[in-house]
């Protein structure tokens, strides 16, 4: 068995304040998906989720609690999914995505690429987020508290 290093992802499950979802649709490979990407060194994963999604929409979150982790194991990437609530900005398009808008649940599960119709669907049926801790070894540096899942 060959072993490979993974590579962190953050994907973002943002709502507004009428309960919409964020959807992008992505330039390449085109469709349509959750705003995400890869977490850059020394960044945290929180903060991943949170600057992916404002690169990608122009809309700035608050990230407030981890859904789960999604492991890709063809493409060597362990995603974690977070639920944020808008604070600021319009959807546009931006480099990444040729389309960003605000969809309602129904019409986001079904426009979604079937990747990220899951993750979509866990962070509805979560009740509670999920604790997610940083530290040094020694010292807890940060951290998201257990919390309900939607504002």
Known sequence: MTSTAYKLGATCVAFNESGHVLITLRRSPERWELPGGLVEPGESLSAAA???TLEETTVAVDVHGLVGLYQHPN???????????????????????????????????????????????????AKHTVPMRVHDGATMLSGLEVRSARP
Not at 77 to 88: E, K, R, W, Y
Not at 90 to 111: F, G, H, I, K
Not at 113 to 123: E, N, S, W
């Open 75 to 125: 493409r060597g990437i362990l995603a974690a999914v977070f639920i944020a609530t808008m604070t600021s900005g319009t959807p546009r398009p931006t480099a990444e995505a040729s389309e960003a808008r605000w969809a309602e649940v129904p019409d986001a599960l079904n426009a979604l690429h079937p990747l990220y119709r899951p993750r979509l669907t866990d962070a509805l049926a």
């Open 50 to 52: 949170a600057r992916e």
